[in-house]
Structures are given as C-alpha cells and as structure tokens.
C-alpha cells in the first residue's frame, strides 16, 4: 500500500528584504506543480477583523481586492470576512461560480518560536483554525498561511495579543508577492490575462 506523500512546505521569512520575490517564485513553482487545468484563480483569505492574530487574510484580502478581474478573485476582506462562521457556505458558493477555479487559501497559523513570522507555502488543502482548535473543512489547491504567534496553551488569547503591525506587514508581504507572481505568469502567457480596459 502506498503511503499519501505528504505536501512539501517552503518557508519564507517575512523580515527578509527578498520575502516578496522569494514568496512570488515558490507561488509560481506551486501553480505549476498544481496541474490543472484551470481557468480561473480565487484567492480564500481567511480569517476575521475582530482578532488581531486571525486578520492575516482579511487584510491580504484588502490588499489583493483592488486587482480582481477577470481570472482573479479574492474572497475575504476586512468589509467581507470568511470566517469559521460562515466558511461552509463561502465555499459552496465559490465551487458552484467557479467550478474550474485554482483555489489558493490564506490563513494565519500558529507554529514554533523558530519559525514565528515566517510564511509557509505549499501544494495541498489547508485546515482552518486547526491552531485554534477549530474543527472546519480543509479548503484549497495550494495554502499560504503566515505563522503568527507560538503554538502552546491559550491560543485564542495568543491570537488576540498578537501584535497588529506584524500582522499589517506580513499581509503587505504575501500579497505583494501574490502580485508579483501574477505578473510573472501573466508575461509567461501561463495565466488569465487582465481584463482590458472598457471591456
């Protein structure tokens, strides 16, 4: 019997100059290790606005939705959340309008003081509020989650003492990075081109 072969994690240090490109190379790397086909990239960013530690993907959602067109949608924000409340029927939705999608899923994560502020990224589903202690359906093709606090005792306390200023910095970082690759693929002809304008 074949063991399930467990999805490689690449790790990124938010506070590094180069985080941006490094995080832009690896999406490249997994969009393409992802296969398809596929006609259209969503963008899960979850998370919610009332918990500092838990607003990484709402903030990149922020940050990311004023590049949605055509190929390139974006779900959470600060004003839209998709959180452990309502993320069963976000996810519903979103297969039932894009049924041939690319689902990246964003979410903020707990994880070893080694390892605090760095992003991870990696072909496969991701499990959200795992860290918390939630139990919600794994969601996406490919996660990007950026570790924010120390996982132990009292997580949802850790998650509201996180500091806001990492989170805000470590949201600019992936969704930059997000932006770039976006680029990078959209030169190489391997993604939905932008909408033109007036169309």
């Known amino acids: 019997m074949f063991k399930r072969k467990v999805p490689e994690i690449y790790y990124v240090n938010e506070r590094s100059v180069t985080a941006s490109e490094e995080l832009a190379s690896l999406l490249t790397r997994?969009?393409?290790?992802?296969?398809g086909p596929f006609s259209e990239i969503v963008f899960l960013c979850i998370g919610s606005d009332r918990i500092t530690g838990d607003s990484l993907g709402p903030l990149t959602g922020y940050f990311l939705a004023p590049y949605r067109d055509r190929g390139f949608y974006v779900y959470g924000t600060l004003?839209?959340?998709?959180h452990a409340l309502n993320l069963t029927d976000r996810m519903t939705y979103i297969r039932m309008?894009?049924?041939k999608?690319?689902?990246?899923?964003i979410d903020a994560s707990l994880g070893s003081r080694r390892h605090q502020g760095y992003i991870t990224i990696g072909n496969g589903t991701l499990k959200p509020?795992?860290?918390?202690?939630?139990?919600?359906?794994?969601?996406?093709?490919?996660?990007?989650t950026g570790i924010v606090n120390v996982s132990g005792s009292f997580e949802q306390l850790l998650l509201q003492t996180t500091r806001l200023s990492s989170i805000f910095?470590?949201?600019e970082a992936i969704s930059r990075g997000i932006l770039l690759a976006r680029s990078e693929l959209e030169a190489a002809g391997t993604m939905?081109?932008?909408k033109s304008q007036g169309s």
């Not at 997994?30 to 296969?35: D, L, P, S």
């Not at 999608?101 to 899923?105: E, M």
């Open 129 to 144: 509020g795992a860290g918390a202690g939630k139990n919600l359906p794994e969601v996406g093709d490919i996660f990007i």
């Open 169 to 171: 910095h470590m949201a």
């Open 79 to 82: 004003d839209d959340p998709v």
């Open 30 to 35: 997994c969009i393409a290790q992802a296969g």
């Open 192 to 194: 939905i081109p932008r």
């Open 97 to 99: 309008k894009h049924p």
């Open 101 to 105: 999608a690319l689902i990246i899923a």
